[in-house]
């Protein structure tokens, strides 16, 4: 999964306030403006791995966090039944050393491995697996996160304390103990109320690093369990060291005060190959871009919600966006080429259950037919060139991150495509955490959406049925991908799930990712490389996932930081400063001229997603 982590607004400081943490420095002349650095908080450890981040943590709650940067943590923190393998993603040990479906698939059993235990010392048993599952299935709160995943569940039964048997209400093909992370059933029974546990202390896990500590918008540090069943990392600890500009993030990994940084731009990973003690890596990403399409949003009762403009309930006028949008020239121009043009929201890198390029629902960029459709639905140019139908003026809202340039970028195209076709954009720029709201409550036209996808699409299959739609006017209660609602992508969904035969269930995919094409609830742009530089001259063995091609960082899976270790001799780099002053967790850019203090502040970016 899942939802574009949109970071938190920067809280407002004064300029006194800022003054006063401020290193006395004298003023330069407009010609030498240059940035004061002051001192970071980033330990000088061998065995801590620093990690640069600015992604926003709604919870750490494994049953309620949607968000990247949490979601990525508690695969680290908490062990599932099944894991996805390094090399391929497929199911491979997880709590489990064994499972066997029987029924046709309708019934499941698994046998936990032997001996396992908690970071806590306490014994893993079936237990735990049933709490955790019951959880998600009987408290509707529970399953926010993964609620669809346990949707097909009818009884979990625990025979002995070794053995886990799920009963589903119908044949299914993807392993049901994939991707639900199992909590300590005596830790998680004691809580008062699971639905609003922050979980962000004294944190019980199973996997090969727990939640140590956490300081909002500062630092997230995570300690190596001693107690993970494949062993114990070969570091200490992992600090995620916040900083509210990717800029910032680039600069602090040449100055050593962060061993690793992800979700680079092209710019800044180009400007980062070849700098000593830096080794940068481009790996085939396992998220999806686009630009998302208000299509009248619903709850699962068919109450609207949110301020989305009528004329994008019609399919003819989403379809004329896609049309007009040159997405060719969008991986070019504002990715230099770093990825590969999507087609749905199943990436390339999945290539059994992505949308084949050639499919015969894929249209390329054409302005002519964009217009043509518009025409043949009523809407008629008006005399500055935008469309009319019954008085209402073709004029959409575009929602963008002022702090993402590739937003900004895209908008730059984007806006004089739409005007070519007779459609009015008016770019809403604004902070990320405004943008999540609006995302969440449908008070938005169009918005830039990512997700990241599971090696088995099934989860994200999901997210677009009936189903997941919200449960509020508010937009909360359901994890939805854009909204889509098609009782046929339904039906589908449910064959795929029960098809044991992976050619027949690829085909079914195959069919849903192009009927969600056609009905055109967003314009998917391209599957980014993602882009990430680390210190070679302090940390070694990075596991890839895939093993050929893939990614360090945001795998599905653990893999990344379990095998790393200290390069052997060497020692805690870092300069103690950084491009900006943090002030209560905010970089805080500070510029002289002529005398002159100027604060920049800047909020952080959007984190490249799970």
Not at 385 to 399: D, S, V
Not at 409 to 422: L, N
Request: negative net charge; glycine residues 8%.
């Amino acid at each position: 999964m899942r939802l574009a982590p949109r970071s938190r607004t920067a809280r407002s400081l004064t300029a006194a306030a800022i003054a006063s943490a401020l290193l006395i420095a004298a003023p330069v002349g407009a010609a030498q403006a240059q940035s004061v650095s002051a001192a970071t908080e980033s330990p000088a450890s061998e065995t801590t791995l620093r990690i640069a981040t600015s992604g926003f943590v709604d919870t750490f709650n494994p049953f309620i966090s949607i968000y990247l940067t949490p979601t990525n943590i508690i695969r680290y923190v908490y062990e599932s039944l099944v894991q996805n393998d390094a090399e391929d993603g497929s199911p491979t040990k997880g709590l489990a050393d064994s499972w066997e479906p029987t029924d046709g698939g309708q019934t499941w059993t698994f046998t936990l491995q032997d001996d396992l235990v908690w970071s806590d010392g306490e014994p893993i048993t079936s237990a735990d697996v049933k709490y955790t599952y019951d959880q998600m299935m009987t408290v509707p709160a529970l399953g926010t996160a993964n609620g669809n995943l346990v949707s097909n569940f009818d009884t979990v039964e625990t025979p002995d304390d070794k053995t886990v048997v799920i009963t589903l209400k119908t044949p299914q093909a993807p392993n049901p103990g994939s991707e639900i992370p199992i909590v300590p059933k005596h830790i998680w029974e004691d809580v008062d109320d699971p639905t609003t546990f922050t979980n962000d202390s004294d944190v019980v896990g199973s996997g090969p690093f727990v939640l140590d500590s956490y300081s909002a918008n500062q630092s997230i540090v995570l300690k190596a369990n001693e107690n993970f069943w494949r062993g114990a990392p070969k570091i200490d600890a992992i600090q995620y060291v916040y900083y509210t500009n990717s800029d910032a993030q680039v600069q602090a990994l040449k100055a050593g005060d962060v061993d690793l940084v992800t979700g680079l731009t092209p710019t800044q990973f180009e400007a980062l190959e070849g700098v000593e003690g830096i080794t940068t890596h481009s790996g085939e990403g396992r998220r999806y871009h686009s630009i998302s399409i208000n299509v009248g949003q619903q709850t699962r009762d068919n109450l609207p919600y949110g301020t989305g403009n009528a004329a994008l309930k019609e399919l003819e006028v989403r379809q004329a966006i896609r049309l007009g949008t040159d997405t060719e020239t969008l991986l070019d121009k504002v990715l230099t080429g770093e990825g590969v043009l999507a087609t749905s929201f199943i990436p390339a890198s999945f290539p059994k259950w992505h949308l084949p390029d050639d499919d015969a629902v894929i249209v390329g960029f054409d302005p002519e037919a964009a217009q043509t459709t518009l025409d043949d639905a009523g809407w008629v140019p008006g005399a500055d060139g935008i469309r009319e139908k019954a008085g209402q003026r073709l004029a959409l809202r575009l929602l963008i991150d002022a702090d993402d340039s590739n937003e900004q970028s895209i908008a730059d195209f984007f806006v004089p495509w739409m005007k070519e076709i007779g459609i009015e954009i008016t770019v809403e720029s604004t902070d990320s955490d405004t943008i999540s709201a609006k995302a969440t409550s449908g008070d938005y036209d169009l918005y830039f959406s990512g997700w990241s996808v599971n090696p088995d699409p099934d989860y994200q299959l999901g997210i677009n049925t009936c189903m997941n739609l919200p449960t509020a006017t508010d937009g909360t209660g359901g994890t939805t991908q854009d909204g889509y609602c098609n009782p046929e992508f339904d039906e589908m969904y449910a064959q795929q799930r029960s098809e044991t035969d992976e050619e027949k269930r690829q085909e079914i995919v195959h069919d849903m990712l192009a009927l969600n094409y056609t009905d055109t609830a967003q314009v998917a742009t391209w599957y980014a490389n993602s882009l990430e530089a680390y210190r070679s001259d302090r940390f070694t063995g990075f596991t890839l996932q895939p093993k050929d091609g893939g990614i360090i960082a945001n795998q599905a899976g653990y893999w990344g930081y379990l095998t790393v270790e200290p390069v052997e001799g060497a020692t805690a780099g870092g300069t103690g400063t950084n491009t900006g002053l943090i002030i209560g967790g905010i970089v805080v850019g500070v510029v002289l001229i002529g005398g002159l203090v100027f604060f920049l502040i800047r909020r952080r970016n959007i984190a490249d997603v799970e």
